[in-house]
């Protein structure tokens, strides 16, 4: 619900493991780093692995608006003909 309302959110969660799994985890880890090619879909995979069945402890959210009149400002420098490009790490929806 907080990231419908454009809030940026982080979940706290725990979840006990076995030595076994972290043994294995960080085996798959560091296979996963070497890789030359596939790389980031290979330590995803090994993160997803890990990334299940945690507890959820709560969740917490702050308000991240954008600057004042930067939309504003985005808008005059295309109208100006410039072309502009924007980098974010969020999602396209949060991005427009």
């Known amino acids: 619900e907080f990231s419908r309302e454009g809030l940026r959110t982080l ?3 725990q979840k006990k493991l ?3 799994t972290v043994k294995e985890f960080l085996t798959k880890y560091e296979e996963a780093k070497r890789k ?3 790389r980031e879909a290979a330590l995803d995979d ?7 069945d945690i507890e959820v402890l709560g969740a917490t959210a702050i308000e ?3 600057q ?8 005059k420098i295309r109208s100006a003909g410039i072309k502009l490009w924007v980098l974010t790490g ?5 991005a427009r």
């Open 68 to 75: 004042d009149q930067v939309p504003e400002t985005i808008e």
């Open 64 to 66: 991240d608006k954008l």
């Open 36 to 38: 030359t090619a596939g």
């Open 90 to 94: 969020d999602k396209l929806e949060t």
């Open 11 to 13: 979940v706290i969660g």
């Open 46 to 52: 090994v993160a997803e692995e890990l990334e299940k």
């Open 18 to 20: 076995k030595e076994e």
